[in-house]
């Protein structure tokens, strides 16, 4: 079956430094990925998404590729703020499973 | 205006009571879904409903049951609430399921908390 693997947090970093959070996927077609992001005492809204091989989402100074080689789409960000604290989730959605699969979630503290 | 959401936010309960939560969608979206969140924030699906009918059901106690009065409603009813029950109930919307790039729209959550 489909599955999302992240990188365990929690994630700790200063204001303006460099974001990493890796996320591989598994999947038996060919699947959208997306990652959602979850505020402290929110519900989960989506960041960003990619659609097929080498699309790039981007919102808000985040990024992703969607990278069928390495199944991966790891998302990035050149300078965090305290603002984006919270908890990041990679997802995909499968035409046959017809459902989308959840990662862990990796929490982010970004500190001043 | 809200697009997905949910009642009550908070719910504390004894063991062994019955609650329901519900949730409502004004996007027009055809599918529904019902998510646990734990206190790791994993989270899992537990039901999902297209067009009011049940295509999705996790391996779920059947002390749940969602009920889908029509497509812009699911609502869970919990039956014998356990301790482990509480945790966050997530409640989504989408498009058509079948799509593959459908983004999946969340409620704000209703935290369950079983004394």
């Known amino acids: 079956g489909d599955s999302v693997t992240q990188m365990e947090g929690p994630v700790t970093l200063s204001e303006e430094a460099f974001l990493t959070i890796n996320c591989t996927y598994t999947a038996t077609g060919y699947p959208s990925l997306f990652w959602y992001v979850q505020y402290p005492g929110e519900g989960l809204q989506l960041l960003l998404k990619a659609t097929k091989a080498d699309d790039k989402g981007s919102n808000k100074g985040f990024e992703a590729t969607y990278r069928k080689e390495t199944t991966s789409f790891h998302l990035e960000k050149g300078s965090v703020q305290v603002s984006d604290s919270a908890v990041y989730f990679c997802a995909l959605s499968d035409r046959n499973a017809g459902k989308s699969t959840f990662g862990d979630g990796t929490t982010l503290t970004v500190k001043p | 205006d809200t697009a997905v959401s949910q009642t009550p936010k908070y719910l504390v309960t004894q063991m062994g009571n019955d609650k329901s939560i519900k949730c409502e969608q004004n996007?027009?979206?055809?599918?529904m879904y019902w998510y646990k969140q734990d206190s790791k924030k994993f989270l899992k699906i537990m039901f999902s409903?297209?067009?009011?009918?049940?295509?999705i059901n996790e391996t779920v106690p059947n002390r749940f049951s969602p009920k889908s009065p029509d497509k812009a409603h699911l609502n869970l009813h919990i039956n014998s609430l356990e301790l482990g029950d509480s945790a966050v109930y997530f409640c989504?919307?989408?498009?058509?399921?079948?799509?593959?790039?459908?983004?999946?729209?969340f409620g704000p959550g209703t935290r369950l908390l079983v004394l």
């Open positions: 996007l027009g979206h055809d599918t």
């Open positions: 409903y297209n067009n009011k009918e049940l295509i």
């Open positions: 989504a919307s989408s498009p058509l399921a079948g799509l593959a790039n459908v983004t999946q729209y």
